[in-house]
């Protein structure tokens, strides 16, 4: 685990502008979080994930970076970061730091230069194209955020590409210049003694250098249109494995650990696979497979036996919520009895699967999804699609320390960048301290139950077991899991070889010989 501390970690994720703030401006900083590691060691987790923390205009939240090797003030000083890297590690965690480096903010100093011409020391770096005779953009490419992926630049008179935001334009991969320097920037940060990275959009770095069209995805018309087509020109490209190989042979300097997000809607965890099969490519992955709204047996086998069917020695991080997508209790909710059975549900589930783990701020508190106005957005596509797609702000909603009606729930002294709700605030930390029956306390108590079980920590599974739906049950070595993913109760006949006596963290749950009952939302973990 010291050589390869990743292998069955468990990650928290901390967005920093919603977690905790030390001077009372509203938004969460890199001294507040310090102030809290205590806290997140208490959880049992092995890492700590920092989302953006760079220099940044904020159009994205800080996924549009204008500066990749310094702190935006927004967060605090360079000396701030220093000091929570120590502190982390103090505490026994490893720190992974946000890399976004499939595109930069169109306020870096190398796309600026970029856009003065094409004879510029720069002007290569990012991605340009001619427009078509009649002057619209190149190809059919759409962005994620809506509308075309070409932005027409007048100075330079031709399109750049922008699978985002067209403040955020996208780095040319062909290009040896741009991967070196990119790749100097995560050194940079590994000097700095971060263990790792996260990073975003890992499967966006390359494009076809030939700019073919993608083709259509034979499906209805979806609220983002971008669904509509199958993105096999624009992303996922073969070039990038050979940057992975590079990515991994600078960690591997450092011992430092990679976790790539993949973002496809119909072969993620193919690409996942790929992506981290073998010892040359990314340690980790994960993909929103597991983020979305299907919640059957069915689907979270299905996901798993694909990953490992395809990449036998590849390494998933699976996570049923972060800082892009609404909080699995609220996405879930029609599958739960109660909003606690579902929180401590989801938590004995995830943290059974085999493999590593990310686990988002707030998910420990049961913290449900924000219901927030249209004149409270932040979040681009949320305002370019609303009503109709609400976008992410509602995740993303300050962490609530303390209970009240202040509504700052004890992150700031001051307005919340996103308000906190009653809703939000009746999830409190110290309430849940308080009740040891809490989703709180669970979390622990399930993860001390995965520290002190040798069978949870890998990949290896003795395979999923038949059980009458909505039931999912599977072995890791000895133990028999089981989950009952409805709200009625479920009576299963364990299999000769799994029967033996209720160990560890259950709810609903008894055993008689082989008949193993689960009430609705029980679970239970057996032992031969």
Request: proline share 6%; charged share 25%; aromatic share 12%.
């Given at each position: ?42 959880l049992g987790v ?12 904020m159009a994205d ?35 992974i730091v946000d ?430």
């Amino acid at each position: 685990m010291a050589e390869e501390w990743w292998r069955g970690a468990v990650t928290y994720q901390v967005y920093p502008r919603s977690f905790q703030d030390s001077n009372g401006d509203g938004i969460g900083d890199l001294k507040g979080i310090t102030d809290r590691l205590r806290y997140i060691a208490s959880l049992g987790v092995d890492a700590v994930w920092l989302s953006p923390i760079f220099r940044s205009p904020m159009a994205d939240m800080g996924y549009d970076v204008s500066d990749y090797t310094d702190i935006d003030p927004l967060f605090g000083t360079m000396d701030d970061f220093d000091h929570l890297v120590a502190k982390a590690h103090e505490f026994g965690l490893k720190v992974i730091v946000d890399q976004v480096i499939s595109h930069s903010s169109d306020q870096h100093p190398f796309f600026i230069e970029s856009r003065k011409g094409g004879d510029n020391p720069k002007a290569d770096w990012y991605v340009w194209a001619d427009a078509k005779p009649d002057g619209t953009p190149p190809n059919n490419w759409p962005s994620v955020f809506g509308g075309s992926a070409w932005e027409w630049d007048g100075g330079r008179k031709q399109y750049y590409l922008h699978n985002f935001l067209p403040s955020q334009p996208d780095f040319n991969f062909h290009n040896p210049e741009v991967q070196d320097w990119l790749l100097g920037t995560m050194r940079f940060w590994l000097e700095r003694g971060v263990d790792g990275f996260r990073l975003d959009t890992v499967n966006y770095y390359f494009h076809d250098a030939r700019l073919r069209n993608n083709p259509r995805r034979r499906i209805a018309p979806q609220v983002n249109p971008y669904e509509m087509q199958l993105h096999k020109f624009s992303k996922s490209r073969p070039e990038n494995l050979d940057f992975l190989a590079r990515v991994r042979m600078l960690t591997d300097e450092y011992g430092a650990a990679t976790v790539g997000e993949v973002g496809d809607s119909t072969r993620a965890v193919e690409i996942m696979a790929e992506y981290t099969s073998g010892a040359r490519h990314l340690h980790q992955a994960y993909s929103f497979d597991m983020l979305g709204p299907e919640f059957t047996p069915k689907h979270f086998r299905r996901t798993i036996e694909v990953f490992f069917r395809n990449a036998p020695d590849g390494w998933p991080a699976w996570a049923f919520s972060n800082h892009d997508v609404i909080r699995h209790v609220t996405r879930w909710r029609e599958h739960g009895a109660d909003q606690d059975s579902l929180a401590k549900l989801a938590a004995a589930m995830l943290l059974s699967f085999p493999g590593s783990v990310c686990l988002y701020q707030g998910e420990e508190l049961g913290q449900t999804e924000t219901e927030l106005e249209f004149s409270e957005l932040t979040d681009p596509p949320g305002i370019r699609f609303w009503p109709d797609y609400k976008g992410r702000d509602g995740c993303r909603t300050p962490m609530v320390w303390e209970a009240g009606t202040s509504r700052q729930g004890g992150f700031t002294t001051g307005t919340p960048w996103l308000p906190v709700k009653d809703a939000q605030s009746a999830r409190n930390v110290a309430g849940q301290e308080a009740n040891d029956h809490s989703v709180l306390h669970f979390y622990r108590h399930m993860l001390e139950f995965r520290s002190e079980r040798p069978e949870l920590h890998g990949r290896e599974m003795a395979g999923f077991l038949r059980a009458p739906d909505p039931v999912l049950m599977f072995r890791r070595g000895g133990l028999t899991c089981a989950f009952n993913l409805g709200v009625e109760a479920r009576r299963i006949t364990l299999p000769r070889g799994a029967e033996g006596a209720l160990t560890g963290p259950r709810q609903a749950a008894s055993l008689s010989g082989r008949k193993l009952d689960l009430g609705p939302n029980g679970f239970a973990f057996v032992t031969a």
